[in-house]
T-cell receptor
Framework: KNQVEQSPQSLIILEGKNCTLQ??????????LRWYKQDTGRGPVSLTIMTFSENTKSNGRYTATLDADTKQSSLHITASQLSDSASYICVVSADFGNEKLTFGTGTRLTIIP | DAGVIQSPRHEVTEMGQEVTLRCKPISGHNSLFWYRQTMMRGLELLIY????????DSGMPEDRFSAKMPNASFSTLKIQPSEPRDSAVYFC????????????????FGEGSRLTVL
């Protein structure tokens, strides 16, 4: 069964600090991996999309890494800001001839001043 | 661009009533998705359309749920009759899909419709 597991479930850090969120998946055959940011009461917004051949991708202070061999991804946030408080959702795509997305349940990140 | 527009943002109804959620996708996008989000299960795909045609409705929970896309700029998700377990946030998303919709492309989500069934 295709699954996406995220850790930790929740995280609280001080403003200005760095943090790393983890995503492990069992999705196969792998097509791409996506990270989304979801602010409270809003829809998810795409941060990065990585294919099999990409092992790192940045979007401002967000850097995603992908290890397709170990089926792990991480999202690193540098110099956190209060606006980074949100849920971060890992989504892994399988390609069966048509694409199927499997969503993780997210990591809830809270930045405190 | 206005993004994906959903209405209503909030809906409170009583068990047994009909609920209709509406979605206007981003102009030019050819794929439209309906998702349901709960705390326990996260985001789950209900149905998706490509060029107004339903491609995969395997996520629709049961016959009480139905979705239509009469044209490229409008879709509805209907629940009849509604039950308390349908309470969730329903998201519509659109994308520029490829390969006849079999490749999702980058998803753009609306702000969601929060449904509460009493």
């Amino acid at each position: 069964k295709n699954q996406v597991e995220q850790s930790p479930q929740s995280l609280i850090i001080l403003e200005g600090k760095n943090c790393t969120l983890q995503c492990n998946y069992t999705v196969s055959p792998f097509s791409n991996l996506r990270w989304y940011k979801q602010d409270t009461g809003r829809g998810p917004v795409s941060l990065t999309i990585m294919t099999f051949s990409e092992n790192t991708k940045s979007n401002g202070r967000y850097t995603a890494t992908l290890d397709a061999d170990t089926k792990q991804s991480s999202l690193h946030i540098t110099a956190s800001q209060l606006s980074d408080s949100a849920s971060y959702i890992c989504v892994v795509s399988a390609d069966f001839g048509n694409e199927k997305l499997t969503f993780g349940t997210g990591t809830r990140l809270t930045i405190i001043p | 661009d206005a993004g994906v527009i959903q209405s209503p943002r909030h809906e409170v109804t009583e068990m047994g009533q009909e609920v209709t959620l509406r979605c206007k996708p981003i102009s030019g996008h050819n794929s439209l998705f309906w998702y349901r989000q709960t705390m326990m299960r996260g985001l789950e795909l209900l149905i998706y359309f490509n060029n107004n045609v339903p491609i995969d409705d395997s996520g629709m929970p049961e016959d009480r749920f139905s979705a239509k896309m009469p044209n490229a700029s409008f879709s509805t998700l209907k629940i009849q009759p509604s039950e308390p377990r349908d309470s969730a946030v329903y998201f519509c998303a659109s994308s520029l899909g490829e390969r006849g919709g079999y490749y999702t492309g980058e998803l753009f989500f609306g702000e969601g419709s929060r449904l509460t069934v009493l």
